[in-house]
């Protein structure tokens, strides 16, 4: 009885019924303040996604003016010697950047991490390319390219592979100084009891590095696996800059820019002509389900493989 009476002659704490008092109101009213985010997200994302998929069944010039006509778009989107030809080369370009990027933006953290004299030097200067605009970077590679090529008589649209490598090489410069931000705060969260243990085990460097330092550095590894699978696919600027998809060649009385990634070639779809505009976008709903499917695939193999702490 005395328990009970005690409890019952409890009161509340003024920090507890003012707390209550405010949040009864915000709970009750939570959508008021959600509101307009998801009003902005259905006008800004929802609303024109969902256009554009209605719009790849159309043939139009504009919206407004926009005719049924079935799957005629995305049948000429596979019977496009152009859009294949970029696949293949946004595939080729995608796997080369994912495996360069991770490495060498593994290896410079990596390095930057192990309490190296003028390290944060060096993370800035690595980082600084990132801040450059893909176009700016483009026209400066391009004169870059062309000046050394040009000792050898040739130039950099002269030939694919010369234009394939070179956004290869602007890429990578481009983006290693990112990841390797991401990889020096994966690396600097590997406990310290783990490393020691590993040490007093006799572990050796490599068996330190691969069975210790990498599974523990997963996350980082899964974001910028991902980053770099996206930037790869969705790469536009710097392709119309650097080599605008040349040089070109004719296929079966077909004009094909043989260094055209994906997003350059819906671009150019778009302005062929205004009966073309039903067919870019048919390319880009592909385009956007073959990223999505990628992306997810990747995160999934991933974060399988990532050490629960």
Known sequence: MKERKSSLGKKKSPEGVNSNLVRG??????????????????????????Q?????FCKFNVPSDAKWNGLENYVKVFNDAGFLNAFKNTAAFAVVTIIVINLLAFAIAYALTQKMRGSNLFRTVFFMPNLIGG?????????????VLKQYST??????TYGFWGLVILV?????????????AGLQAVPEDMLEAAKIDGASGSQTLF??????????????????????????DQNLALTGGMPSVMEAGAKINTTELLALNIYSTYNISKNYHGVAQ?????????????????????RSKEVQQ
Do not use: H
């Open 25 to 50: 109101p915000i709970k009750k009213f939570a959508w008021l303040f959600i509101l307009p985010t998801f009003a902005s997200f259905c006008i800004g994302f929802i609303w024109p996604f969902l």
């Open 135 to 147: 176009v700016v970077l483009g026209y400066i590679w391009s004169m870059i390219f062309d000046g």
């Open 282 to 302: 048919a390319k880009a709903v592909i385009f956007f389900l073959l990223v999505a499917v990628l992306a997810l695939t990747q995160q999934y193999a991933t």
């Open 52 to 56: 554009g998929i209605y719009l790849s």
């Open 155 to 160: 130039y950099l649209t002269a030939n694919p």
């Open 211 to 236: 069975r210790v330092i990498i599974p523990n550095v997963m996350p980082a590894i899964t974001t910028c696996t991902f980053l770099t699978l996206t930037n790869g696919f969705k790469l536009f």
């Open 172 to 184: 990578c410069w481009q983006q290693i100084g990112y990841m390797m931000i991401i990889y020096i």
